[in-house]
């Protein structure tokens, strides 16, 4: 069983930053793809990235890219993401979400997920 805790989250204004941290327990992270999603209220829940487990690929929706950043610390079992040029549009809870298997752009894939940070960015 693995579980999931997301940090990191906060109050941001906007063009600012904040990186968020997955911290994995109960396996080897690195087996495991991961991937990040945001969800704000009313909203469907949205793809952002993933990082493949085996060869630490990374991949990103085009509402993201080139502002957010995924990596993986081995080490310590977490996986982040770094997120610049922040707008009040951002402003959801972001959830991490990890799957044995390929990473993969569909929610449905992902058999761990952890409980969630809020992220709000002011205009």
């Known amino acids: 069983q693995v579980q999931l805790v997301e940090s990191g989250g906060g109050l941001v204004q906007a063009g600012g930053s904040l990186r968020l941290s997955c911290a994995a327990s109960g396996t080897s992270s690195s087996v495991y793809s991961n991937a990040w999603f945001r969800q704000a209220p009313g909203k469907q829940r949205e793809f952002l990235g993933a990082?493949?487990?085996?060869?630490?690929?990374?991949y990103y929706s085009d509402s993201v890219k080139g502002r957010f950043t995924i990596s993986r610390n081995k080490a310590k079992n977490t996986v982040y993401l770094q997120m610049n040029s922040l707008k009040p549009e951002d402003t959801a809870v972001y959830l991490c979400?990890?799957?044995?298997?390929?990473?993969?752009?569909?929610?449905?894939?992902?058999?761990?997920w952890g409980q969630g940070t809020q992220v709000t960015v002011s205009s």
């Open positions: 979400a990890a799957r044995n298997g390929l990473a993969s752009a569909r929610s449905d894939q992902y058999s761990y």
């Open positions: 990082i493949s487990g085996s060869t630490n690929s990374t």
